[in-house]
Nanobody, 125 residues
């Protein structure tokens, strides 16, 4: 099983990025998918999650109104659209998959059994 996140990069504050996560060996329609991030010296932090069908999403308060998670099960891909980026959004962003039920509160990293390698997002001021 492999998850690969890409689409990160260096962007100026106020800019946008769309991260994508593709998988191999894992059919994402069977999984709740999530995005997390980790800044240097900080714990891994929940960003957003989406239910198996894509009908429900939950976004952390820290990025609410700025980031949108979506999925295309036919393409086995999950997306994170990030707008109005701020320097504090700088982190390595990870996609992850879980077999647990979808819930509408901050998702716990320990609930996720499959992780991608991460993509670096750097926002300059």
């Amino acid at each position: 099983v492999q998850l690969q996140a890409f689409g990160g990069g260096l962007v100026q504050a106020g800019g946008s990025l769309r991260l994508s996560c593709t998988t191999s060996g894992l059919i994402i329609r069977n999984y709740v998918m999530g995005w997390f991030r980790q800044a240097p010296g900080k714990e891994r932090e929940f960003v957003a999650a989406i239910s198996r069908s894509g009908g429900s999403t939950y976004v952390a308060d820290t990025v609410k109104g700025l980031s949108t998670i979506s999925r295309d099960n036919a393409k086995n891909t999950v997306y994170l659209q990030m707008n109005s980026l701020r320097p504090e959004d700088t982190a390595v962003y990870y996609c992850a998959a879980t077999t647990t039920i979808f819930y509408t509160s901050n998702h716990r990293p320990r609930d996720y059994g499959y992780w991608g390698q991460g993509t670096q997002v750097t926002v300059s001021s």
